[in-house]
């Protein structure tokens, strides 16, 4: 790989995402190698995904530079790898570009969607975890409204404008809600010679409420925006398949729709290794302590979504959100320098700084420890922490440049299919 030997303890990083980089910033200008390895060159805002999947915003507006971050960081090195593997007991980690040793390893590689085993599901459905699948989502959506211009079979034109979200958090709530507002707002006028109206949106909640871990008022507030934003919320029902026509559920529910979008959940991103049954907990996160060791060592740690830490608050670990990513990473710096340095670590304390999500135009979510509010004023509260811990000036200029222009304009500008998703479907018509 390329990485010179020094004199300094090498820490090995893999993942470049909320708790890879507040570790990174951590440990800059400090006495010690730092090697990121990532199999992005970019850091994304995943809450900012859906935006990009509707057309909101451009993908670049919501992903930087790994290299830029790091630029002025002595002793960084950040390498384009796909970590395949670790060898815990040589201390090494293998990739898709070679090897490499380390003395001390951060895993910070996050979470993918969690399918539950269901290959059918997994095959046929759209998931939003990356920007390439945030722009095949995207792709998809407006090529469906190409296609039901061409054909003449009602069921088919129906199937190609119903969508049907699965699960009902903040991710399945924000992208309902904005799909909601296309169908409005941007739809009639774009395709003037098609009956818009008839497209539909769907949430499936398996539980009796959207928005479980959060009050609830918020829930209940986030069902009404929804309703009257025309999504169709079914609760208690379970999708158990899709075949890419028609979705069946636990119940005689069924669903024909082209596009069935999967936020039901996600699993620890584990690697090769470090999967071991011992070290993995339900969610397929590994098990860490206070100080985020991994269960069995002392000198390998796990961060953020990855990383399960059982505490008092959180008995099933601790919510696979930025704010617990960021906070661990930024922890972990601190307590690798006192450990480098002979002295005990601290243990982690999460400070929970609330939930939040955002239905649309003027609505949105908020619990903060001591006030929940919901409306307006929780709208500009979630646009402005959004745009706080989004990375990069450019980007945040970008970004609320966009939102005030979408707001005036009613518009969304990048709803545009560079990339075909599939080959076109062939219409009946
Ligand atoms: C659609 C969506 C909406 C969300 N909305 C919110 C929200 O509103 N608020 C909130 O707090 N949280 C939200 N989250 C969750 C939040 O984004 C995650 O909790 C957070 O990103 C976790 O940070 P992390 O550093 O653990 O992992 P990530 O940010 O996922 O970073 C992991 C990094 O590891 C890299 N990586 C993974 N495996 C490997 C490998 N084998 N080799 C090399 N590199 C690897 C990845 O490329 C990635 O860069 C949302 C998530 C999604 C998907």
């Known amino acids: 790989m390329n990485i010179p030997r020094t004199s300094y303890p090498r820490i090995v990083i893999i993942g470049g995402g909320f708790a890879g980089v507040a570790l990174a910033k951590k440990l800059s200008k400090r006495e010690v190698q730092v090697v990121l390895l990532d199999k992005n060159n970019y850091h994304t805002f995943q809450p900012l995904l859906y935006q990009v999947s509707t057309g909101g915003l451009e993908p670049d507006s919501i992903a930087y530079p790994i290299r830029k971050i790091l630029k002025n960081f002595p002793n960084f090195h950040f390498r384009l790898a796909n970590v395949n593997e670790i060898d815990a007991e040589s201390n090494k980690v293998i990739t898709n570009i070679g090897e490499l040793k380390f003395e001390y390893l951060v895993i910070a590689s996050g979470a993918k969607t969690n399918y539950f085993g269901n290959k059918v599901i997994e095959a046929h459905s759209m998931a939003m975890k990356t920007i390439p699948q945030s722009l095949n989502l995207r792709s ?3 090529e469906n409204f190409e296609d039901a211009l061409l054909t003449s079979d009602l069921n088919e034109r129906n199937a190609l404008m119903n969508f049907v979200i699965v699960g009902g958090g903040p991710t399945g709530v924000e992208l309902a809600g904005a799909l909601a507002e296309i169908k409005k707002g941007i739809l009639p006028k774009d395709y003037p010679d098609l009956d818009t109206r008839l497209a539909q949106i769907h949430i499936i909640q398996s539980s009796d409420c959207i928005l479980k871990g959060m009050s609830k008022k918020a829930s209940e507030k986030a069902e009404d925006f929804l309703e ?16 890419g026509m028609t979705v069946t559920t636990n119940t005689d529910l069924t669903f024909e729709t082209a596009t069935l979008i999967w936020a039901a959940g996600v699993k620890g991103a584990t690697i090769k290794g470090m999967d071991e049954t011992y070290m993995v907990t339900k969610g397929n996160r590994l098990l860490v302590n206070a100080y985020n060791q991994v269960k069995g060592f ?6 953020g979504d990855v990383a399960n830490m059982l505490t ?18 930024d922890q972990l710096g601190d307590n690798l320098l006192r450990l480098i340095e002979g002295k005990p670590m601290e243990p982690f304390v999460y400070k929970d700084k609330g939930v939040m999500a955002t239905i649309g135009r003027n609505k949105a979510v908020v619990d903060l420890k001591r006030f929940k509010f919901q409306g307006i004023f929780a709208w500009y509260v979630w646009m402005f922490v959004h745009l706080f811990f989004l990375i990069g000036f450019r980007n945040r200029v970008v970004v609320f440049v966009n939102w005030v222009y979408n707001y005036i304009r009613f518009d969304r500008e990048a709803r545009l299919i560079i990339r075909p998703f599939k080959t076109r479907r062939k219409v009946k018509g």
Do not use: C
């Open 140 to 142: 998809l959506i407006l």
């Open 228 to 243: 009257k934003l025309g999504v169709n919320i079914w609760k208690n029902v379970r999708v158990t398949n899709y075949d």
């Open 298 to 303: 002392e000198h390998i740690f796990a961060v």
């Open 312 to 329: 008092d608050s959180f008995p099933n670990g601790l919510p696979m959100m930025a704010q617990p990513a960021i906070q661990q990473g």
